[in-house]
């Protein structure tokens, strides 16, 4: 690969293989696919599958409530995020913004974590697979499919970066029409077209034990579901060191999250509580293995339907697994790069693309894939415990080092280079964080009671130490220590006010770009 000597001048202070090797991945996402890739990261196994079992434990409100609440957390840390990410795109993004402006063990532990995360969640997408095959047969071998699907998305990952962005393109697309047709699907069924033909209302709201199930513990439960589901959102800008223009694409990408996160989450909670009965057979929380989006498509008298919408859900699985995949290996590979993981997981295709990364994050996933052998339900329900909880540890993350980043532009006097500006802060982030680790501390309340279950304690709280641990571990090991404010590193990659142009205003614009986000 040529290095444009001037492009990739080292400012003084850095260390040369270090700007040199995060350079390498190539910038081919197109503004099409980036936006797509931000949609897909909001839409996933959690909304289609997670909130089957977030009725069931928590009732229609707690459903609503706790989505409402993550969903103001995510858009705060997604402001957060657009702002670092615009000034400074990295691949790695949130993760490297932590070392950079925190401390270097907090990036380590963190990168790590959530390389762990997306592990995990490639893995839940490949056990959702076989729930959602259960709609129609119980007698498909429950690995075969999973198998097929792991190797496509490891091809989709490892050939080129291009082929990653066109395949999630297609598949975010698809998602985004059949929760649409849902929506307006959902409140027809509401006002009486359904296979009863009568009007439903806010019926099942007063069902006994709703509209809060299971108390104080289940609310809290539904919590860890619903950052499971929101899950990704952040993971978007990990793309940075891969989008074309990501200073000006970037700060697009977060603007539009409030009203997909209004109408894809909030919206689809409301109906999905309103026309689906907490009570309905199959949305147990060991027993996970029906969609209320199929339910509510069922409902309206046709049984094409309902299978219509479960094989888009497969396919929306199969593109969050392949989103979760390629954000894990580009965080392997920022691992490699910072000297946080050994060197080998750097090495790239002549397409540029962390060959090594992805086979190793793969692996990985298709190990923890083969325990479905204690059972497909129960394995998923723990699986996304975990990956609730190491979303909340990033979402907190982003929040901190959004403050210390802040501090340290102030400090260095580079506030007016901003190509993109928090407007929530400080009391945005500092509301984040807060709210975020009250949230972390109580959602596993439910596992104390009726009585203790170890199991389902361990899939709560394991990640809590497993951070800390690698955090005291590095420091202690390396030495570091506390990123001041005027030592924070804002050179690298960073786009001068120069060289974004600013959005023009009024209301012709702002009509233009929303016709611009319904298309797509």
């Not at 202070?13 to 909001?42: F, N, Y």
């Not at 089957?52 to 957390?73: D, E, F, N, Q, W």
């Not at 928090?422 to 972390?440: D, E, R, S």
Request: charged share 15%; aromatic share 14%.
């Amino acid at each position: 690969m040529e290095v444009d000597s001037e492009k990739n001048a080292v400012p003084a202070g850095h260390d040369v293989e270090h700007v040199v090797l995060e350079d390498k991945l190539r910038r081919s996402l197109s503004a099409r696919q980036v936006q797509m890739i931000a949609i897909g990261g909001t839409i996933g196994t959690g909304l289609f599958l997670g909130t089957g079992r977030a009725l069931a434990t928590g009732g229609p409100a707690s459903l609503l409530i706790c989505y409402a609440i993550v969903g103001a957390v995510v858009f705060v840390m997604m402001l957060c995020l657009g702002e670092m990410a615009a000034f400074v795109p990295v691949a790695g993004s949130f993760c490297s913004f932590s070392g950079r402006y925190v401390d270097d063990a907090w990036g380590f532990a963190l990168t790590w974590n959530y390389w762990f995360n997306d592990a995990v969640s490639t893995a839940a997408d490949l056990v959702a697979l076989q729930l959602l095959l259960q709609y129609w047969t119980d007698n498909f071998p429950w690995y075969a499919l999973g198998l097929v699907v792991w190797f496509l998305l490891v091809v989709a990952n490892i050939v080129n970066v291009r082929v990653y962005g066109e395949v999630e393109y297609w598949l975010c697309l698809l998602k985004v029409v059949t929760i649409v047709i849902f929506i307006v699907l959902s409140i027809v069924v509401n006002c009486g077209g359904n296979t009863t033909g009568e009007y439903i209302g806010a019926r099942n709201w007063y069902l006994p034990g709703a509209p809060f199930v299971g108390g104080i513990g289940g609310f809290a439960s539904v919590f860890v579901t619903a950052s499971f589901a929101y899950g990704g959102t952040e993971s978007i800008a990990i793309t940075a060191g891969e989008t074309k223009d990501p200073a000006r694409q970037l700060p697009r990408v977060v603007k539009n999250v409030f009203w997909r996160i209004l109408f894809f989450y909030i919206l689809s909670s409301l109906l999905i509580g309103l026309n689906v009965p907490y009570t309905y057979e199959g949305l147990a929380q060991k027993q996970t293995l029906t969609s209320p989006f199929t339910i509510a498509f069922s409902m309206a008298g046709s049984k094409v339907a309902g299978s219509f919408v479960n094989a888009v859900i497969l396919t929306s699985v199969v593109s969050a697994g392949n989103h979760a995949l390629f954000a894990g290996s580009r965080l392997l590979y920022t691992l490699s790069v910072n000297g946080h993981a050994p060197r080998v997981f750097g090495r790239l295709t002549r397409f540029q693309v962390p060959w090594v990364a992805v086979l190793f994050t793969s692996l990985v996933s298709g190990l923890l894939f083969g325990a479905s052998f204690v059972g497909a339900g129960e394995l998923w329900t723990w699986l996304q415990n975990i990956v609730g909880v190491s979303n909340q540890l990033s979402w907190i993350s982003i929040g901190v080092a959004s403050l210390r980043f802040r501090a340290g532009v102030r400090a260095q006097g580079k506030e007016h280079l901003l190509p993109f500006r928090n407007w929530t802060y400080p009391v945005g982030p500092a509301l984040a964080v807060a709210l975020n680790t009250f949230i972390v501390l109580v959602q596993g309340w439910s596992c104390f009671s009726p009585r203790f279950r170890a199991v389902d304690f361990v899939s709560f709280y394991i990640e809590l130490p497993a951070f800390a641990l690698m955090f005291v571990g590095w420091k202690l090991v390396k030495r570091t220590r506390f990123r001041r404010a005027g030592e924070m590193d804002l050179v690298a990659d960073v786009y001068t006010k120069e060289e974004v142009q600013p959005e023009v205003g009024g209301w012709a614009a702002r009509a233009k770009r929303m016709a611009g986000w319904l298309c797509f």
